[in-house]
C-alpha cells in the first residue's frame, strides 16, 4: 500500500519543462517534417498541450513570420502536441510557442523541493535568507520555447530572429555555423531586454547524426539520478501527469550550470554531436499582488550540432574535390598500356 501511494505521488506531481523537438534538426528542402511539443522533460513528453493555452505558435521563414494554426496541431497518444509541414526552400529556421500564464498553489514543501530539483537555487536561497520555507506558495508561471533548424545547404540569418515572447534565449551566433568541439554564444532576454545573473542549465542528448567519440548516449554528465517532484506545472488539458517511478529517474539541472553576464550572455560549450537544449526559470516574488506569491517564466531553445563534416555542411565531401578526375584516369591507364606494349616490343 505504501508503494502505492509513493507511486500515486510521482505521478501526479511531476515538473513539466517545455520544449519543441525533432527527430533531427539537418532537414532536406521539400521534405515532410516534424515539430512535436515536449511537455515534461527532454527525453519524455507526459502531456499534451491545450490550444487555448497557446498565446504564439509561429515559424520565421525568410524573415517573414507565419503562424500556425490551432487546428494545425494534432496530439499523439495523449502525450504529445505535434504540427506536420513541409520543410520549403533551403535556409536556417526558427520557431517558437509561447503560454498563457497559470497558477498553481503549492504547500511549503513542495514549493522548497521543487525550487531545489528544478534549479530555481536563487529563489530557494533567497526563502533561507529570508526565513520564510514554512510559508506556502501561490505561483503564476508562463512558459516560452523555441527551437532552431537548418534545412538544405543555404545558412540563412533567421537564427537571430527575437520573437518578442516575455523570456527567451537568442543566440548571437549561427548553431549551423558551429562544429562540435566548440562554443556557442547565447544571450537571454527578458521582455526584450538582457537578462543579467540568471541560472541556466545546457545539455545534450545524441541525435540521428551523432558520431560517438566516448560512448555516451548523454552529454555533460547527465546522471539519471532520481528525484520525487513535488509539484505540477502542467500545460495540458487535465492537468495530470502519466509518469511511472522509473519514468521519473531524472534531473532538471543536469548537464551545465552557467550564469548569464552583465550582457545576459552566457557561452554554451558543444563538446559533441548531438540535440542541444537550453533552459532556464526566472522566478520573482509577487510583492504587488494579494493573490500571487510568485510569478515565473520559463524558457528554453533547442538546436542539434554536427562534426565539421556533418549534414547540411559543404565540408561534408570529405576531400573528395582533391580526387584524380574519371578522364584523366582513363587516359592515363592508356598510355601505360601503351608504353608497355612499346617496351615489350622492343625487348622481341
Known sequence: MRKLFYLLLVVLLCSH???????????????????????????????????????????????????????????????ITQFTFNTGESGTYVAGVSTKARNIELTAEKFNNYLEHDGVLDMLKQRQRDSVLDQD?????????????????????????????????????????????????????????????????????????????????????????????????????HGHSHKTEKEESHTHTSGEQLRTNDQGRVTVNLPEDGIYYLRTIYMTKAADSDELTHRSKWATLTFEVSHKHGPGTHTHDH??????????????????IGLLFLFFRKKK
Open 137 to 237: 506558495a501561490v505561483e503564476s508561471y508562463e512558459k516560452h520555447v523555441k527551437t532552431i533548424y537548418q534545412v538544405g545547404d543555404t545558412r540563412t540569418d533567421d537564427w537571430s530572429a527575437v520573437l518578442g515572447y516575455p523570456i527567451e534565449f537568442v543566440p548571437l551566433a549561427n548553431p549551423y555555423e558551429k562544429y562540435s568541439g566548440e562554443k556557442l554564444e547565447v544571450q537571454l532576454l527578458l521582455d526584450g531586454k538582457p537578462l543579467a545573473n540568471q541560472l541556466v542549465y545546457a545539455n545534450f542528448l545524441k541525435g540521428a547524426h551523432a558520431h560517438t567519440h566516448h560512448g555516451h548516449e548523454h552529454g555533460h554528465g547527465h546522471s539519471g539520478e532520481a528525484h520525487s517532484h513535488s509539484h505540477s506545472h502542467s500545460d495540458d488539458q
Open 17 to 79: 519543462d517545455l520544449y519543441i523537438k525533432m527527430e533531427t534538426y539537418f532537414l532536406q528542402p521539400d521534405q515532410e517534417a516534424t515539430l512535436s511539443l515536449y511537455n515534461g522533460t527532454f527525453e519524455r513528453s507526459e502531456n499534451i498541450i491545450a490550444r487555448d493555452r497557446m498565446l504564439d505558435a509561429s515559424v520565421i521563414v525568410k524573415g517573414k513570420r507565419m503562424a500556425i494554426a490551432p487546428e494545425q496541431w494534432k496530439d499523439q497518444d495523449s502525450t
Open 319 to 336: 576531400d573528395h574535390d582533391h580526387d584524380i578526375p574519371t578522364w584523366v584516369f582513363v587516359v592515363g591507364s592508356i598510355l601505360v
